[in-house]
């Protein structure tokens, strides 16, 4: 008489879900001892270095609370000490509304790119998510261009402004004189203006409907052209809200000056 042990294995979450798999003989389950860094739900997973090895860990049944000691299951394990990008971003919903931009407080790296430079944040998000600068899913060459081509732009747009700016003139009474509307360089920084407006929206609309697509998120409002009417009508909440879902900022650290807005740590190139 020979037995068989058949497990089936089932975890339901909105951040990761594993297959039911029949397996012949149940194997033994590494589990480390783990602080959460953050109130996390079942299923959850986030990267840990233990011992100068990167492991992918999950959260058990229950959930954890910030701060709590716990049993994390092993979920994958790699050499080297190098983060990779865990994908723990939601599906069927945004992980933060849309004027939830301030969650981090004014001080954090994500918020103040997304008041002062926004498209500099965009730039990082469609790095994160292997897009070109236009907001296309791109190949390795391409994508990896991103950031260095959107401050391309960005540069281009503010010397252009300053050879067209029309300087201020002031009378003999030290009151400003009114500029003359007809002017060559008054005209041409309407169209400067335009055309870096246009491909901000452009771009930014792009991006933000390849992520909805990506992570099955429904629109809400505006059927449609949802994602048009946000880029349009407050581009920092947008991009902002964007930067939420593709980084967890209760488990990594934010960074102004890198091409993904992460820690060099984060290995990019292995995010799905």
């Not at 030290?174 to 360089?185: A, F, K, L, T, Y």
């Not at 998120?217 to 048009?228: L, T």
Request: some cysteine; hydrophobic content about 40%; glycine content about 6%.
């Amino acid at each position: 008489l020979v037995s068989r042990a058949v497990t089936n294995v089932i975890v339901m979450s909105a951040y990761t879900a594993i297959p039911s798999i029949p397996i012949a003989v149940a194997s033994e389950v590494e589990t480390v001892s783990v602080i959460a860094p953050a109130t996390c739900p079942s299923g959850y997973t986030f990267e840990v270095v233990i011992n100068g090895v990167a492991k992918t860990v999950q959260v058990p049944a229950g959930g954890v609370n910030k701060g709590d000691e716990f049993q994390a299951i092993v979920v994958s394990s790699g050499g080297g000490g190098v983060f990779s990008l865990s994908d723990n971003a939601p599906t069927g919903r945004w992980r933060d509304g849309l004027c939830s931009c301030c969650k981090y407080g004014p001080c954090h790296p994500m918020f103040m790119l997304a008041l002062c430079l926004p498209q500099v944040l965009m730039a990082q998000v469609m790095t994160r998510m292997k897009l070109s600068w236009l907001g296309d899913p791109a190949d390795l060459e391409e994508w990896k261009k991103t950031y260095r081509n959107v401050w391309l732009v960005i540069v281009s747009y503010f010397v252009l402004k300053m050879i067209f700016a029309v300087p201020v003139e002031v009378d003999d009474n030290g009151m400003i004189v009114p500029q003359d509307d007809e002017d060559p360089r008054i005209i041409v920084g309407y169209v400067i203006n335009f055309f870096y407006t246009v491909y901000t929206l452009y771009a930014m609309s792009k991006a933000r409907k390849y992520i909805r697509d990506r992570y099955n998120i429904p629109e809400q409002r505006c059927y449609g052209c949802e994602d048009v009417v946000c880029s349009f009508c407050c581009g920092c909440c947008t991009i902002a809200q964007m930067a939420n879902h593709t980084a967890d900022y209760d488990i990594i650290r934010a960074t102004c000056c890198t091409s993904t807005g992460l820690p060099d740590s984060i290995d990019v190139e292995s995010y799905a």
